[in-house]
């Protein structure tokens, strides 16, 4: 779909779901994402690859994160709530390969998204939502021109806490104004 130099964007595949499901099954993974910060179940997590993430990636709008070149999996991404009135979206993002973290790979599939975001979908605006205790994440979205727009708090009773959303985002015209 589209390719950079560490990473390759690409439609999922029904051969993804298995490692898919063991992300979403870790606890520490579990922490940076929205499922009330505690891992989902197997059967939750491959009911959400199949009615939400297969679906998607047919539509175009969540792909697939594999190491550039190779068929090694390392996360998955996506535009989600795109508003074809507004122009925006927000954005998500998973690196599910814990031995990749730190080399960048998050970055660069945030800039292919935001290419396929402004330069094919059109949008004027992408937004995203991240935690304030995941500063890796916050630190990869700003090298790539997201700029923090405000922040709410969340109660989360799963796990009787409460938790600091920041909430970020990147215009089409500052994302054109930087890329290469």
């Given at each position: 779909?589209?390719?950079?130099?560490?990473?390759?964007?690409?439609?999922?595949?029904?051969?993804?779901?298995?490692?898919f499901?063991e992300?979403?099954?870790?606890?520490?993974?579990?922490e940076?994402?929205?499922?009330?910060?505690?891992?989902?179940?197997?059967?939750?997590?491959?009911?959400?690859?199949?009615?939400?993430?297969?679906?998607?990636?047919?539509?175009?709008?969540?792909?697939a994160?594999?190491?550039?070149?190779?068929?090694?999996?390392?996360?998955?991404?996506?535009?989600?709530?795109i508003?074809?009135?507004?122009?925006?979206?927000?954005f998500?993002?998973?690196?599910?390969d814990?031995?990749?973290?730190?080399?960048?790979?998050?970055?660069?599939?945030?800039?292919?998204?935001?290419a396929?975001?402004?330069?094919?979908?059109?949008?004027?605006?992408?937004?995203?939502?991240?935690?304030?205790h995941?500063p890796?994440a916050?630190?990869?979205?700003?090298?790539?021109?997201?700029?923090?727009t405000?922040?709410?708090?969340?109660?989360?009773?799963?796990v009787?806490?409460?938790?600091?959303?920041?909430?970020?985002s990147i215009?089409?015209?500052?994302?054109?104004?930087?890329?290469?």
């Open positions: 779909m589209r390719g950079g130099t560490l990473v390759d964007l690409r439609r999922h595949a029904q051969a993804d779901r298995k490692v499901v992300w979403y099954h870790d606890a520490e993974i579990a940076m994402l929205r499922h009330d910060l505690a891992p989902l179940t197997a059967s939750q997590a491959g009911n959400y690859f199949d009615s939400i993430i297969l679906p998607a990636s047919a539509r175009g709008t969540c792909w994160i594999f190491e550039h070149g190779s068929d090694r999996l390392v996360g998955s991404t996506a535009l989600v709530d508003d074809p009135v507004k122009g925006n979206s927000l998500r993002l998973v690196i599910g814990k031995e990749t973290w730190g080399r960048g790979y998050g970055t660069e599939a945030t800039y292919l998204v935001l396929e975001a402004f330069l094919r979908l059109k949008l004027n605006q992408v937004n995203l939502e991240v935690f304030s995941n890796r916050q630190r990869a979205y700003a090298r790539v021109g997201f700029l923090r405000g922040q709410h708090l969340e109660w989360v009773g799963r009787n806490r409460q938790i600091e959303v920041l909430h970020m215009s089409a015209a500052a994302w054109l104004a930087t890329a290469p």
